[in-house]
C-alpha cells in the first residue's frame, strides 16, 4: 500500500485547482476581449463563430444529418455548447499544467489564438481587421494567466516555526510557494493553523486577481455584445417598402384550407417557417451595401442594388420550400408567398452562353448553390426573392434577397443572402453541398405527412379526423390515400389546389375501433406517378417511404 503525505497531496490538489481556474479565467478573458473587439470589426471575426463554423464544415454529413433531424433548428446551439465545453476543458488542463510550467500554458494559448486565425482565414474573404478579435484576445489573456499563475503557485520557501518551550522545528518545511517566512516567536499549536497562516497572503491575491479576470471577461464580453447591435438590419429591414407585384398571384382558391384542427396551415407563417443552414450568426446584410452580380460565362455581366431590383418588374408567387434534410414525416417543408424578380428574366438579359449548364450562386456566408440553367429557363417561376407572405424577407431567411426554384430541393436552388451568380459548368465547379457527395440535381421527392393525429397518441373509438399535407412542387399532387394496418387504400379529400408549386392539405375520416393501429399515408403527383413505398435517408437527393403513424384507441 503507497500511503502519502496529507499535507503534500492536499497541496497538489489545491495546485490542480487553481491551475485550472487560471486556465478557465484566461479563456473567460481571452472570449471575452475578442467579443469586445469583434463589435467593432464585426460579428464574423469573433474566434468562437470562425472556429464554429470551421466545425459545421468539416462535420461528416451523417453527423450533420444526424444533428439536424434530432436537434432541429437548436442544431448550432449544440455545436456551439459543445465548442464552448471542449474550449473549457483545454483550458483547465493548459491552466494546470502551467503551475509546473508556465511555458506550457501560454503555448496552450497560442495554439488556441492560431485555430482562431485559421477559422477566420478560412472564411475566404478575411481582412486584417477580422483577425483582431483573436489577436489581442490570446494576448490579453496571456498576461491574464501571467499573473494568475503566479499567484496560484506555492513557491517552495522553508518556513520555521517555534515549539512551545521556543526551539526551533528543523523538520517543518512547508514547502509553501510565494508566501512570508513565520516570524521569529510566533506560536502555532495545530500543523493546519500553521498552513493556513501561510497560505492566507497567496490565496487572497489569487482570489483578488481571479475576481478581476472575471468582472474582465464579463464585461468585455456584455459591451462586445452591445456594440455588435449595431451590425443589426432589423430597423433597415423594417424601413423597406416592398412595391406593389407586376403580377400577383391568384387569390387562393376556396377550399384550399380544410380547416382541420392539427393540420399544418396552408401558409407557413414566417417565425414558424423551418430554417436549415450552416451560420451559426444569421449574416446581417445592409440593403444599401447589398449587390448581385451576375458573373461568368454571359456576354453582359450584370451588378444590380438593392434599389435596382426594388424597380424590376416583381412577380408574386405561391411556392413550397423542402429541406434535403427533411426526413420522411419531417417538419422541413413550409409554403409561402413569395415575390421577386424574374431569374430567368435577368440571365437571358446577361446573355448565356453556349456550354454553359450550371447557375453557381453564392451567399454573403460564403454558400454556394448550384442549379441547372436548363431547369432555371424551362418555364417555371424561379425568383429572386425580396419578399415573404407580403414582408421583407426576415432576416434568417435571405433579407435583402435570396434565390429560389420551385420544384428543387433547397440545396440546390435556395440561396439565402445572395449575392452573385456565375454562369458556369458542372464539370468546372462543384457547390459546397455537391463536393460532399449530394446528388448534382435533385428535384423534391413527391411527400405526404400525417398531423393529426399525433404518433402515439390515443384517441376514442368513433369518427377521428386523419389528416396532413402532401407536397410535389412543380408537379402537383392529385391523390391521397390512407390505410389502416396494411388494410386497402381510402382516398382522403384534397384540399382545392393553388397551382403545382404548393402543397395540398388533406384528411380522412376514420371509424376507429378499439385497438393499437398503424395508419399509412401515401400521394400521387400531377403526373400519375405514386409516391414510392421503397425506404432511403435523405442523403443524397432525398427521403423516401410512407410516412405513418401508431396510435391506441380507447
Known amino acids: 500500500m503507497i500511503r502519502g503525505n496529507p499535507v503534500s497531496l492536499r497541496r497538489v490538489l489545491r495546485l490542480a485547482i487553481r491551475g485550472a481556474l487560471a486556465g478557465l479565467l484566461s479563456a473567460a478573458v481571452a472570449l471575452g476581449v475578442a467579443e469586445l473587439v469583434a463589435g467593432i470589426t464585426g460579428p464574423l471575426s469573433s474566434p468562437v463563430i470562425a472556429v464554429g463554423g470551421v466545425a459545421i464544415n468539416l462535420t461528416p454529413v451523417p453527423l450533420k444529418d444526424f444533428a439536424i433531424a434530432h436537434f432541429g433548428s437548436n442544431d448550432k446551439n449544440v455545436l456551439l455548447a459543445g465548442i464552448v465545453v471542449q474550449l473549457a476543458v483545454f483550458a483547465a488542463v493548459i491552466g494546470m499544467l502551467a503551475i509546473r510550467w508556465l511555458w506550457v500554458g501560454l503555448a496552450g494559448l497560442v495554439v488556441f489564438g492560431a485555430l482562431g486565425v485559421a477559422a477566420v482565414v478560412d472564411r475566404g474573404s478575411a481582412s486584417l481587421s477580422d483577425l483582431a478579435p483573436t489577436l489581442i484576445g490570446v494576448a490579453v489573456a496571456a498576461v491574464a494567466m501571467v499573473f494568475l499563475v503566479r499567484a496560484a503557485r506555492l513557491e517552495p520557501r522553508r518556513a520555521t516555526t517555534q515549539t512551545a518551550a521556543g526551539s526551533a ?22 500543523p493546519e493553523d500553521r498552513n493556513q497562516a501561510v497560505q492566507a497572503p497567496g490565496r487572497r491575491r489569487f482570489l483578488a486577481l481571479g475576481a478581476g479576470a472575471a468582472v474582465l471577461a464579463a464585461g468585455s464580453g456584455w459591451a462586445g455584445e452591445q456594440l455588435l447591435r449595431r451590425f443589426n438590419v432589423t430597423a433597415l429591414r423594417a ?85 434535403v434534410s427533411d426526413a420522411v414525416g419531417g417538419p422541413y417543408a413550409g409554403n409561402a408567398r413569395w415575390l421577386g424578380a424574374s431569374l430567368p428574366a435577368l440571365l437571358r438579359k446577361a446573355g448565356i452562353q453556349r456550354g454553359a449548364n450550371q447557375v453557381l450562386s453564392t451567399g454573403t456566408d460564403g454558400m454556394t448553390i448550384s442549379t441547372a440553367v436548363d431547369t432555371i429557363l424551362d418555364g417555371r417561376q424561379a425568383l429572386i426573392a425580396v419578399g415573404m407572405n407580403g414582408q421583407p424577407l426576415p432576416t434568417e431567411h435571405g433579407f435583402p434577397a435570396r434565390m429560389l426554384v420551385p420544384g428543387l430541393y433547397g440545396y440546390v436552388s435556395a440561396t439565402k443572402w445572395v449575392t452573385k451568380l456565375e454562369v458556369t459548368t458542372f464539370a468546372s465547379q462543384q457547390a459546397y453541398w455537391t463536393q460532399r457527395g449530394y446528388a448534382l440535381q435533385a428535384p423534391i421527392r413527391t411527400e405526404s405527412r400525417i398531423d393529426v393525429p399525433r404518433p402515439l397518441a390515443q384517441i376514442p373509438p368513433g369518427r377521428v379526423a386523419v389528416g396532413g399535407v402532401a407536397w410535389a412542387p412543380h408537379r402537383g399532387i392529385s391523390r391521397v390515400q390512407v390505410n389502416v ?70
Not at 406593389?244 to 401558409?267: I, M, N, Q, W, Y
Not at 396494411?486 to 382522403?492: C, E, F, K, L, S
Not at 402543397?503 to 375520416?509: A, E, G, M
Not at 400519375?528 to 403513424?549: H, I, L, M, N, R
Open 239 to 323: 424601413a423597406v417598402r416592398l412595391p406593389r407585384p407586376a403580377v400577383a398571384a391568384a387569390p387562393v382558391p376556396a377550399g384550399a384550407s380544410l380547416d382541420v384542427s392539427g393540420v399544418t396551415p396552408f401558409f407557413s407563417s414566417n417565425n414558424s417557417f423551418y430554417r436549415v443552414d450552416i451560420d451559426l450568426v444569421v449574416p446581417q446584410v445592409s440593403p444599401q451595401d447589398w449587390t448581385l452580380q451576375i458573373t461568368g460565362m454571359v456576354d453582359h455581366p450584370i451588378e444590380l442594388t438593392f434599389d435596382d431590383l426594388l424597380r424590376l418588374p416583381l412577380i408574386e408567387h405561391d411556392m413550397t420550400l423542402v429541406c
Open 485 to 554: 394496418d396494411n388494410g386497402p387504400w381510402h382516398t382522403a379529400k384534397l384540399g382545392a389546389a393553388d397551382g403545382t408549386d404548393t402543397w395540398r392539405q388533406w384528411v380522412w375520416v376514420w371509424d376507429a375501433p378499439p385497438g393499437l393501429h398503424t395508419l399509412q399515408v401515401r400521394a400521387t403527383d400531377g403526373t400519375g406517378a405514386v409516391q414510392t413505398k421503397s425506404e432511403a435517408g435523405v442523403f443524397p437527393s432525398g427521403a423516401t417511404g410512407w410516412d405513418s403513424v401508431v396510435v391506441t384507441v380507447t
Open 169 to 190: 522545528d528543523p523538520q517543518a518545511d512547508l514547502a509553501a510557494p510565494d508566501l512570508p517566512v513565520l516570524r521569529p516567536g510566533m506560536r502555532v499549536s495545530r
